[in-house]
């Protein structure tokens, strides 16, 4: 029985579908040992011939031919379904596998049993560090990232993940959540859990299932010897539903998600402080109009 099971959600992304699947079968580890993984494509209906040239890619490959665009959610909980391996790895078309990714992965859970999901170290296809793990989000930290003052120096400290952005990435260490575009969790508990949650059709789920995760006692921890390169700004999820598709996903997922997690007062009050900025922003400049005005006018 394979050891891993490597599960890449793909739509309409025959080209990196390809070059994904071909970084796992040139893995020095899957090459000495063809049984070491397996892989299972959850193909989202692609229009393009994703199916044929992930076949051709990845000799072995099970492709689920989903009828439609399910969500990324679903569909990998319908690889999920299909997986044998007691360890799942779900993979983004979009991300490139480095030497070691797997083998580093099964030492590590082989021998951290408290452990049940790790992120991968992420970088950018220039080899700069990209973001690989965060931290769950309070009311305070909501509003300084959804209202951009969190950017401002005099807050910067206060932002969500701001000790994690002043860290070197080079060591392993407990997280509140990992990036979904390369993670992996332990096939039992993934199965207990129920999977991710499938309103999520696009981002957040990993991140639903992390503090489900953390409400049920369990590690979540960041490995920097799995290290993947994840996409271009114009590929993955960008390339498919355009900046604009990907903001309102996102958006959507964020809402699911702080209504899920904190419930509605939490949430519409964070909505009328974000509103309530505005309010305070025209009544400023309202006033220094008005003192501009007064003063040119005194004679």
């Given at each position: ?25 040139a ?23 994703s ?28 690889g ?20 070691g ?39 305070w ?24 952005r002043?860290w ?65 700004e ?10 604009a ?5 996102r ?10 997690r ?21 009544a ?13 006018a005194?004679?």
């Amino acid at each position: 029985m394979a050891q891993v099971s490597v599960i890449i959600v793909s739509y309409n992304a025959a080209d990196e579908l390809e070059l994904a699947l071909r970084s796992i079968g040139a893995l020095p580890e899957v090459a000495a040992d063809s049984t070491l993984a397996e892989v299972i494509v959850s193909d989202n209906g692609s229009a393009d011939d994703s199916v044929a040239r992930a076949k051709a890619a990845y000799p072995g490959v099970r492709v689920i031919e989903n009828s439609a665009n399910l969500g990324f959610a679903k569909a990998c909980n319908i690889g999920a379904r299909a997986a044998t391996a007691p360890l799942l790895f779900f993979f983004n078309p979009d991300a490139r596998a480095k030497s070691g990714l797997l083998a580093n992965a099964l030492a590590y859970f082989n021998a951290h049993a408290d452990v049940a999901m790790t992120g991968c170290k992420l970088l950018d296809e220039e080899g700069r560090l990209a973001e690989s793990c965060g931290e769950f989000d309070t009311w305070w930290q909501s509003f300084l990232r959804s209202s951009a003052l969190g950017d401002l120096p005099l807050f910067a400290k206060q932002a969500n993940g701001y000790a994690l952005r002043q860290w070197d990435y080079s060591t392993e260490r407990d997280v509140d959540l990992v990036v979904g575009a390369a993670m992996f969790i332990r096939a039992d508990v993934f199965k207990r859990l129920g999977g991710f949650d499938e309103r999520y059709f696009l981002y957040h789920e990993e991140i639903d299932f992390a503090h489900r995760l953390r409400d049920a006692g369990l590690r979540v921890v960041y490995l920097p010897q799995c290290v993947v390169v994840h996409g271009s700004e114009k590929g993955g999820s960008k390339r498919t539903w355009g900046a604009a598709g990907v903001l309102g996903w996102r958006q959507r997922s964020r809402r699911l998600y702080w209504i899920k997690r904190h419930g509605y007062f939490w949430y519409y009050s964070l909505c009328a402080a974000l509103a309530a900025r505005y309010v305070v922003a025209v009544a400023i400049v309202a006033v220094v109009v008005l003192a501009v005005r007064r003063a040119v006018a005194t004679p």
